[in-house]
Structure formats: structure tokens, C-alpha cells
């Protein structure tokens, strides 16, 4: 039998070496393991003497118990580092920012829109819509602006046929209600109009808004009330509001609504070209001859109407200059608002 204390050294050199449980566990496996050095050795001790045998056998299971020992010393080690370096390396830094998707917004004229929406819902009157490819007869000739009329010439018509327009205002909205529902009535109609126009100020595509009351005894005194309390909310309860005789088809008497210029207060600036005054919106008691070309007998009715333009509202309100902008579709004017 071999000198017992140089398997010791031999299996603690090797065991020195070695650093990953695996390579731990092998070197487990090559000394006691079923047929490992152990075993063999213990096998060969049958040639022995008896005495011999015992002696040896003792010590081969000294060597067995400090192997086992060292052994699971070293594993233990070894895991506990090889766990260290795995935690390590897959550690999250929740500290960091995250990833975010920027939120959508609304759109300036559409916030503008529901603001106006809701507003005129307060005061009891109901949405209503119509077509933007509207016929001619609603978009001009029961509005009491026949074929030959030069108030056509007011507005640069899109036209698709001879009798189909893109509409240029809400107001064919006003007859399509009015051949459709009974009065007493009390509605908007918000929606895209089209003017073959563009400059700094003009675009093919805006949004108005038309507004409609019709009654029995619907005056002039409540269109100013309904407009001016409107004027007050969108704006603001201190804004001075004017009403000037104006001239539209559909409208007799007609009037322009100005309001108080909102950045000079009425000093006069650039913006309300000196004068003090910003135009908001046309309105105007319903003509009679609207109501009849409606089927509707003006004898028995009288009502009021007005529009007015989205975008602009938005620039007053919102301070902006150039009117391009609402449809340029940049983050970095829509994400302002
Ligand atoms: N439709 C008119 C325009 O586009 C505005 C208006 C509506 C005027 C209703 C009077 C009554 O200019």
C-alpha cells in the first residue's frame, strides 16, 4: 500500500485547481465515487495481511472523511460565488428611467370645438350634423342665394357637379334641420367647410360651427343673449361685445359680432388692426324666405342663426399668429396644448 498521506497531497493539490462546482464534483467523483480511487484501493486491500488491512483500511477512511469534508467546504464555496456573479450580472437597475410613449393630444381646433360644443349644450341646445359634398340647393339656393346671386361671388365654391358643392359654410345644415325636425328647435352643427382659397389666412379646409333657435317668439334681444353669454364664457365675462349691422342672404336683419381685441384691450394693436375690435362671428334673424323654401310658414315662426370659425376662435385663444400651423400636423405645436 502506498503512503497514504501523498494521496492526501496529491488530492489537495488537484483540489486547489479546481473552481466550479462542476469541475468540484468531478474531481468528488474521480476519488469516491463507485469506481473511483477510494473504491479501488479499497478493493485491493483483500491482498493484504489482516493486520496490514486494517491499518490501511483506517486510513484510507481517514482520507475519505477529510476528502468528504474538503470537498463539500469547497462546493459550498463555490456555489455561494458562482450565485454571487449570476445575481450580479443580471441586476436590474430600477433606478432608471423607463421607456415611455409620448400621449396623444387633441388637436387645437378640436379642443376649441368641444369647448364651443359644450357650452351651447348648456344652454339647451343639440348637436346636429349634414354633409361636406352637399347640393347645391342647401349650400346656396335655400339659403336664398339664387343661381345668379352675387353673394355666390363671397364665397370660391368647390364644385364637384353643375348642383354638387363641397359645402362652403354649416349653414345648409340650418335647412336640412328645419325640412327634417319640428320647431321649436335649438341646435348647432359643427363640421369642415371648403373655400377654394389659401394664403396666410385662408385655407380650403376649416371648421365652423352653426348655431340655430326657432320658436314662436324668438327675437333679435335673444340672439344677443345667447351670443353674448357664449362670447363671455369662451372668452371672457369682462370681454366687451359689439354687434354690427352686416348683410347676409339668409339673415335679415344681419349682424357681425365683434369682441373687445383680447390682446390690446382696445387700444388698437397689430392684431385688431387698430381698431380695437376682433370680428367673431355672422348671425342674423332667419329670413323669412328661408323658412318657406324649408316648407315651414314664417307667419307662425321666427328664429335666429349665426357661424362662426373654429380655427380663428383657436388663434384668439390661444394666441396663435399664423394659421398654417393648425394644419402642419408638428409635435411640436400640437404637444403644447
Ligand atoms: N354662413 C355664414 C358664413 O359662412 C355665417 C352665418 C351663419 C351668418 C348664420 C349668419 C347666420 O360666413
Redesign the pocket.
Known amino acids: 500500500m502506498e503512503d497514504p498521506s501523498r494521496l492526501t497531497r496529491e488530492f489537495l493539490e488537484e483540489l486547489g485547481t479546481k473552481k466550479t462546482v462542476g469541475e468540484i464534483e468531478e474531481l468528488r467523483v474521480k476519488y469516491l465515487g463507485k469506481k473511483g480511487t477510494v473504491t479501488e484501493k479499497l478493493k485491493s486491500l483483500a491482498r493484504l495481511a489482516p493486520d496490514e488491512r486494517r491499518e490501511a483500511g483506517r486510513l484510507l477512511n481517514d482520507f475519505k472523511a477529510l476528502a468528504e469534508r474538503e470537498l463539500a467546504l469547497k462546493k459550498e464555496d463555490a456555489r455561494r460565488r458562482e450565485l454571487a456573479s449570476k445575481l450580479a450580472s443580471e441586476a436590474i437597475d430600477v433606478s432608471l428611467p423607463g421607456i415611455f410613449r409620448r400621449p396623444g393630444r387633441l388637436h387645437p381646433v378640436t379642443l376649441v370645438m368641444s369647448e364651443i360644443i359644450r357650452i351651447f349644450t348648456g344652454m339647451g341646445f343639440t348637436v346636429e350634423e349634414g354633409p361636406e359634398v352637399e347640393l347645391d340647393h342647401y349650400n346656396f339656393e335655400a339659403l336664398n342665394i339664387p343661381k345668379e346671386h352675387p353673394a355666390r361671388d363671397m364665397?370660391d365654391t368647390f364644385y364637384i357637379s353643375s348642383d354638387i358643392v363641397l359645402r362652403?359654410?354649416?349653414?345648409p345644415v340650418?335647412v336640412r334641420v328645419l325640412e327634417k325636425k319640428k320647431p321649436p328647435l335649438r341646435f348647432i352643427a359643427p363640421g369642415k367647410?371648403y373655400r377654394c382659397d389659401a394664403d396666410v389666412s385662408h385655407t380650403p379646409m376649416f371648421h365652423?360651427i352653426?348655431g340655430m333657435m326657432v320658436g314662436e317668439n324668438v327675437t333679435f334681444a335673444n340672439l344677443k343673449a345667447v351670443l353674448e353669454a357664449f362670447l363671455h364664457k369662451v372668452f371672457s365675462p369682462q370681454v366687451p361685445v359689439r354687434f354690427r349691422p352686416s348683410y347676409?342672404p339668409?339673415?335679415e336683419p344681419?349682424a357681425e359680432v365683434d369682441i373687445g381685441c383680447i390682446f390690446c384691450g382696445g387700444a388698437g394693436c397689430g392684431i385688431c388692426k387698430g381698431t380695437g375690435w376682433i370680428e367673431i362671428?355672422?348671425?342674423?334673424m332667419v329670413n323669412p324666405r328661408v323658412f318657406e323654401l324649408a316648407g315651414l310658414d314664417p307667419r307662425n315662426i321666427s328664429g335666429f342663426?349665426?357661424?362662426?370659425g373654429m380655427e380663428r376662435i383657436a388663434m384668439l385663444k390661444y394666441g396663435i399668429d399664423d394659421l398654417r400651423l393648425f394644419f402642419e400636423n408638428d409635435i411640436r405645436f400640437l404637444g403644447q396644448f
Open positions: 364665397q362652403t359654410h354649416t349653414s340650418q367647410v365652423q352653426e347676409f339668409f339673415t344681419s362671428l355672422g348671425s342674423g342663426a349665426f357661424g362662426m
